[in-house]
């Protein structure tokens, strides 16, 4: 049963008010879609259904703070998803963790800084992740202002927003917004991700104001390495919110939003390394296989 997005909205509301009969009409209208985003970011059938249990369980927690005016029903299940799947692998790979702040306190106590310095410019691009949303939101905000005031192109920031803090794949980002103006895709990443965190509206307008104030200017004005404005020479003198994402692709867009994602994994890696603030955490280093984030 195909439900409107007023209908998913009535029966969410319900649902918020204990109605469990609206839950399980809503459950069922969109439960094959949840599991599919789910399954196609697991190994197994098996982890898929465990992380999809806990992924409604959580949802039913939640569903009061809904708001339909800021995301359908189907995005706040997929954010939540996300949050479950990154959780749910992390807890199980705890052994091969290595969070940066720990090893920005044992630098300052030992003497040690360039040597951990060193060891995290080395960890492979896909070792760099984040925290659920919701999970410590002091981490989360800290984490929301590196993401979003680093020195990564904004078109790499957008990508990298999208996969990393709300779960999309780059076949899921290339459909939707290679021919998206920046702007507009700044606008809806910043939409999406208000819609299903736990800080507030203030804080969340705080941390994207950098990237959003990009939009305005020339990409003359936001591209540092010599190499990137090499290969983007032609766009220099471009409004950045005015450029489409498809400017920015190469032969094979899904592998050019890899190798974004990646390279502003790298630079978040860097940038933590010189933060000495230690309310500052907002990485961990933990090993997902490409199968979990690309189908």
């Not at 469990?20 to 970011?41: N, P, T």
């Not at 098996?46 to 009061?64: G, R, V, Y």
């Not at 939707?176 to 895709?185: I, N, T, V």
């Given at each position: 049963m195909k439900l409107s997005a007023e209908e998913q909205s009535q029966l969410m509301a319900l649902a918020a008010r204990g109605?469990?009969?609206?839950?399980?009409?809503?459950?069922?209208?969109?439960?094959?879609?949840?599991?599919?985003?789910?399954?196609?970011?697991?190994?197994?059938?098996?982890?898929?259904?465990?992380?999809?249990?806990?992924?409604?369980?959580?949802?039913?927690?939640?569903?009061?703070?809904?708001?339909?005016?800021?995301a359908n029903c189907v995005t706040f299940l997929r954010s939540i998803a996300y949050s479950v799947l990154v959780d749910y692998y992390r807890s199980r790979d705890r052994g091969r963790d290595v969070l940066i702040s720990d090893?920005?306190?044992?630098?300052?106590?030992?003497?040690?800084?360039?040597?951990?310095?060193?060891?995290?410019?080395?960890?492979?691009?896909?070792?760099?992740?984040?925290?659920?949303?919701?999970?410590?939101?002091?981490?989360?905000r800290a984490l929301l202002h590196v993401v979003l005031h680093g020195t990564s192109p904004p078109h790499q920031l957008l990508a990298f927003g999208f996969a990393e803090l709300q779960g999309w794949t780059p076949s899921e980002i290339t459909?939707?917004?290679?021919?998206?103006?920046?702007?507009?895709?700044?606008?809806?990443?910043?939409k999406d991700y208000s819609a299903t965190s736990m800080l507030s509206a203030d804080v969340i307008e705080s941390c994207f104001s950098?990237?959003?104030?990009?939009?305005?200017?020339?990409?003359?004005?936001?591209?540092?390495?010599?190499?990137?404005?090499?290969?983007?020479?032609?766009?220099?003198?471009?409004?950045?919110?005015?450029?489409?994402?498809?400017?920015?692709?190469?032969g094979d867009p899904r592998q050019n939003i890899s190798h974004w994602c990646q390279a502003v994994r790298r630079r978040?890696?860097?940038?933590?390394?010189?933060?000495?603030?230690?309310?500052?955490?907002?990485?961990?280093?933990?090993?997902?296989?490409?199968?979990r984030i690309e189908n």
């Open positions: 109605d469990q009969a609206a839950f399980k009409v809503l459950h069922d209208a969109v439960a094959r879609q949840v599991y599919g985003f789910i399954r196609a970011r697991t190994d197994n059938d098996a982890d898929a259904s465990e992380i999809l249990q806990e992924t409604w369980l959580k949802f039913w927690k939640s569903i009061a703070r809904y708001d339909p005016q800021r090893l920005l306190e044992r630098a300052e106590h030992s003497g040690l800084g360039s040597e951990i310095e060193s060891f995290l410019g080395q960890l492979p691009p896909s070792a760099a992740t984040i925290p659920p949303k919701g999970s410590d939101l002091v981490t989360e459909l939707d917004f290679s021919e998206a103006l920046l702007r507009h895709m700044e606008g809806r990443l910043e950098e990237l959003r104030g990009t939009m305005d200017r020339l990409l003359d004005e936001s591209l540092q390495d010599s190499k990137t404005r090499e290969l983007y020479a032609s766009l220099l003198n471009e409004i950045i919110g005015d450029t489409t994402l498809r400017q920015y692709y190469g978040l890696i860097t940038d933590s390394a010189h933060v000495k603030h230690r309310t500052v955490t907002p990485i961990a280093a933990i090993s997902i296989p490409p199968s």
